[in-house]
């Protein structure tokens, strides 16, 4: 079953701007992570956060994990065209043999 | 570079065919995984692998079959296609020991449409 739901399904933003996406999820994690699919494209890594930290930064992105209330968000700053893509959180489930659980993804449209 | 590659980019097939879908990784991972992918439903998994000849079932395994004979290549097999099978296919990697820190690598997916 899937354990993260992110939100908002879709997001559009101009260039410049800041995308923050969220995720939720179910039952205890060990780590979350973001990954990044361009359209018709494999999943390519962009950050893992464990379950012991709080905050990560790497480069334009900046996540953020809330095990209290079991959620994740994701900051993409200074937002260029080039970030248009489905933005995917991850998460590792104790009991499941190193299978990821993906949500359904947000969508991002960055424009010129 | 760790590089998972999917043996096609597209697909067509038609249905009640056997249908094989090819995925080879050359970092030496123990665990594979096939998920499949469609519109409003995220990514979805249908069988993973952890080791030569292991297999486990993940999600949605119904109509779908694996073989892992050798560590870098793991075989998705659709018995008697179906179109409803009609998806987008991706193909993971992870490393061992230690697995649960780390990211799964992705093949560039395979787009099968079935008719």
């Known amino acids: 079953s899937q354990q993260g739901e992110e939100d908002p399904q879709a997001l559009s933003i101009q260039e410049g701007e800041n995308a923050t996406m969220n995720c939720s999820y179910k039952?205890?994690?060990?780590?979350l992570q973001w990954y990044r699919q361009n359209s018709g494209r494999g999943l390519v890594h962009l950050i893992l956060?464990?379950?012991?930290?709080r905050e990560k930064h790497s480069g334009r992105l900046r996540v953020t994990l809330d095990t209290s209330k079991k959620s994740s968000s994701l900051l993409i700053t200074a937002s260029r065209a080039a970030d248009t893509a489905s933005y995917f959180c991850?998460?590792?489930?104790?009991?499941?043999?190193?299978?990821?659980?993906f949500g359904k993804g947000t969508s991002l449209l960055v424009t010129p | 570079d760790v590089k998972v590659t999917q043996s096609s980019r597209y697909l067509v097939k038609r249905t009640g065919e056997k249908v094989f879908l090819e995925c080879v990784q050359d970092m030496d991972h123990e665990n594979m995984f096939w998920y499949r992918q469609d519109p409003g439903l995220g990514l979805r998994l249908i069988y993973f692998s952890y080791d030569v000849k292991m297999k486990e079932k993940g999600d949605i395994p119904e109509g779908y079959s694996v073989s892992r004979e050798k560590k870098e290549r793991f075989s998705l097999i659709l018995e008697s296609a179906s179109t409803n099978q009609t998806s987008m296919y991706l193909c993971?990697?992870?490393?061992?020991?230690?697995?649960?820190?780390?990211?799964?690598?992705f093949g560039q997916g395979t787009r099968l449409t079935v008719v």
């Open positions: 991850a998460t590792d489930l104790r009991s499941s043999g190193y299978a990821l659980n």
């Open positions: 039952t205890s994690i060990n780590n």
């Open positions: 956060i464990r379950s012991n930290e």
């Open positions: 993971a990697s992870r490393p061992p020991v230690g697995g649960m820190n780390t990211e799964a690598f």
